[in-house]
């Protein structure tokens, strides 16, 4: 019942087989884009509300703004067009029309209109209307939206041409209150990284490169996939006054004197699904983190005589009804129950191939004897993956067996991020060894992986090229700098002091 | 402290001028598109969770589709096209780049995209690839999106180019099946408008000419405004085979032949908002239904004295941690302290003007008494606009106000819309009198007020233009037909049997 691929044999296309397999998207007719089906949007949707109480709570308010930017927008900010301009959608006319008996586009636009890849030029614009006083910031925003970048090898929820995100921008009187900011969204993202996706994460700073186009810091969470690639999970930048100035986003200080604003921008998208796969999927599909599962406990019917159906109906309606007052995560509970025109073993693997934190067959000698066959999929294949459970028993157990379900995904991914973090590559040498090759997957015990090197780095401008000749990239300059000086795995200079995480990527 | 323009002077600038006082939404430098700030979108977002609940509970789920759709998708459905292409959004090229020191598009694609205005022909597509056999109908999706229709007198809510919408998409074995879902769905968007946004509304069928393009039967709820005119509030569309064949959704039915789906769809958009704002706010500015009020009570501190500051901030968080625990509409109260550097009178009006349905103002008399003064929206300027009321009783009164508050906002629109729909003119003379004059603004009590007509029509031909000649129109033909026979109000005929409801529209 396995993927056609394993992991092992080769990733990129299991990748793909688990999103086929799980039903969560496809891709669609319109290039480049997808079609994200209900088993993947419904994660999505979760992750949404997850997110979106934390940034309510923190005083961010949704908006919603246009998602057709002016071009001449992206002529205020130089080094934000250099670095969106080779991949925006153009809409240049306005209505079609019948050209010999071909349908054309007519009316062609006074200025085309960019569909938005970002929004902080659209957003300065307002904000630069709403801020006239200090007593006026900060403004606190986020919207929920799609966005376009013109991607030319997309994959599916890692990049596609249109994908959803959020995206947080606020203004502040101050450098440091906006640095704050920039930090508190930061911690958010790791936060629910960590808690709710089970996605360990290495937080950092990206080095000066690899920043947001018109930032002056970005920060990043980034986390460690099977194949010991790195995904970038979410980002959060500190403006400084670049848009402001561009914008003209200035304010009467407390002082009385004119400024410009202090803006950050923030953002997670539905790549985050993509990195949810790469971390908890194995070679039997998809496995869900019980939080953002759209269905956390899936009950089947086995019904082997007809004449038991109405019994093992009633039967699994009061198991719902028992199960429905749990309130696994201090939420709602979400049960399904697969009442479908199929065999039960096929449901089984559907809800298995899914990632279904939790399966319930029952038949009639559960229903005669109080009790369901539950199945775990993270212990799919293991002696504990089937137990009868008794029903009582079970209403009992249910949230704290979703809670540790949560618990043990983020444990084993923490365990695969640490053992196969090097920390003891001294030289240049021994670094450009280690990633002459590259893992097709982290197998668990082997030494040979090759993943994440934290090691010394000189800052040498000439890294950029550097690294795209060993095909690595640096993922951040972590928080936690050790503060201890050795020689630049990257170029072998001595001297160096800054501690980076090096690794391939997505 | 009233608005610029009253309804009764200038019913378009009143209705700009709340939009504006309530802080909702405003119009963007990216040409015909809107702003939606976060006293507007935050009752997008109750709206949409209102509505979803009720989608999910019979049946559908989210997905997410692409918003670019080939241009020969829309040579598909040939009324399809005929609908929407003087109105689209053209995706021609995929970058930007500098000629002559100037940013132009570039690399222009090999077919032109379409931002949808509708995603009829790009989700049948999936369908196609979905439906194989009966076994897997119904499929029953919805989607939450942005969609483009390229308006030239753009109107905040009501025509923007850009708007926020939900569509349903289903495909069923029988036209039957179909046909129950689309009456399903406009049963859930009447009973939404009327009990969670207190819009009462006329359901029926358009007439042939009015249908959405491509569809065998449009049904729509419709709601009057308080200018008389007729705000169309949703639709249901049953598409019967029609889009079906043009993108190949074909099943093998239970006997095994070959046949095509049966498919609809529904759809509601932020434009409900504009029906809201003309049905409940008035010339202080915007009322806004409890249900989907972003703050249903606001706790404003007055402090006169600032050595009074402490205790008041201290007994207004006694205040909200008693009312905390109270369910209007078995949901969670929704509380806002404003501590805002300003006077507590700015405050208050500027709360009126946004419409929030509970007001209080707390002060040191009132902390010292374990009172607060209350104020009802909906009762501003009434003797019983401000009452003194006692802590404990308000907690305990809370949920109940607000739901009174609630049923009294609907309670007055459904006033509105019987006394100012008139069912007594019985000839095309009379008719024509009537609509010769149009009304502002609909005085209680006034027996000239000019709005909805339900009459005789004959189905004639040359209605639409007609009606267009007297600049109403045919808003639809309610389901509860009296079967009686009388002269046709539009061309005089006798013997019409049909009864419409004639009214001007937005």
Chains 1, 2 share one sequence.
Request: glycine content about 6%; proline content about 5%.
């Amino acid at each position: 019942m396995a993927l056609k691929n394993t992991r092992e044999a080769n990733y990129p296309e299991w990748y793909q087989n688990v999103i086929a397999a799980a039903d969560m998207a496809e891709n669609s007719v319109s290039p480049g884009c997808m079609v994200i089906k209900s088993w993947g949007y419904g994660m999505w949707e979760k992750i949404r509300d997850i997110f979106d109480e934390k940034f309510k709570e923190t005083g961010h308010e949704n908006c919603y703004f246009p998602m057709f930017i002016p071009l001449s927008f992206f002529q205020k900010e130089a080094e934000h067009v250099e670095g969106f301009a080779k991949e925006m959608a153009v809409v240049t006319h306005s209505r079609l029309g019948a050209e010999e008996g071909k349908l054309v586009p007519q009316s062609p636009l006074d200025e085309p209109l960019i569909v938005r890849p970002t929004s902080e030029t659209i957003i300065a614009d307002s904000f630069a209307k709403w801020i006239k006083s200090y007593r006026d910031l900060p403004v606190l925003v986020n919207q929920w939206a799609n966005v376009v970048r013109w991607e030319m090898r997309p994959r599916l929820f890692l990049r596609t041409r249109e994908f959803l995100w959020q995206e947080g921008h606020t203004a502040h009187a101050t450098a440091a209150e906006a640095e704050a900011e920039t930090k508190q969204m930061l911690e958010i993202y790791r936060d629910v990284a960590e808690n709710a996706l089970a996605l360990p994460v290495i937080v950092g700073r990206k080095p000066e490169y690899d920043k947001f186009p018109g930032a002056v810091d970005t920060y990043c969470i980034e986390a460690m996939m099977q194949d010991g690639k790195a995904l970038q999970a979410g980002t959060s930048h500190f403006l400084g006054q670049n848009f402001a100035r561009s914008a003209n986003i200035s304010f009467i200080n407390s002082e009385g004197k004119p400024e410009f604003a202090y803006t950050t921008s923030w953002g997670v998208s539905t790549r985050l699904i993509g990195g949810i796969i790469m971390t908890h999927a194995d070679d039997e599909g998809m496995v869900v983190p019980p939080r953002i599962a759209p269905y956390q406990v899936v009950l089947v019917p086995v019904v082997k005589n007809e004449a038991d159906r109405e019994k093992i109906s009633a039967y699994i309606e009061k198991v719902r009804a028992l199960l429905k007052s749990a309130t696994p995560f201090g939420e709602k509970i979400r049960i399904k129950i697969d009442n479908r025109n199929k065999s039960s073993v096929d449901k089984f693997w559907e809800w298995t191939r899914k990632g279904a934190p939790i399966i319930c067959e029952i038949g009639i000698r559960d229903a005669d004897g109080g009790n369901v066959m539950l199945r775990e999929r993270l212990k799919l294949g293991t002696p504990e993956g089937k137990e009868i459970v008794a029903l009582d028993e079970l209403a009992a157990q249910i949230a704290g067996r979703l809670e540790n379900i949560q618990r043990e995904m983020f444990a084993r991914a923490e365990k695969r991020l640490q053992s196969n973090l090097r920390t003891d590559i001294a030289t240049h040498e021994e670094f450009n060894r280690y990633f002459a090759n590259a893992s097709k997957f982290l197998k668990e015990g082997d030494n040979n992986n090759v993943a994440f090197v934290r090691g010394k780095w000189s800052g040498d401008p000439n890294s950029d090229e550097l690294l795209k000749a060993l095909k690595i990239t640096i993922r951040c300059i972590p928080f936690d700098q050790s503060g201890t000086t050795g020689e630049c795995l990257l170029t072998g200079k001595p001297g160096a002091t800054i501690d980076v995480i090096y690794a391939r990527s997505y």
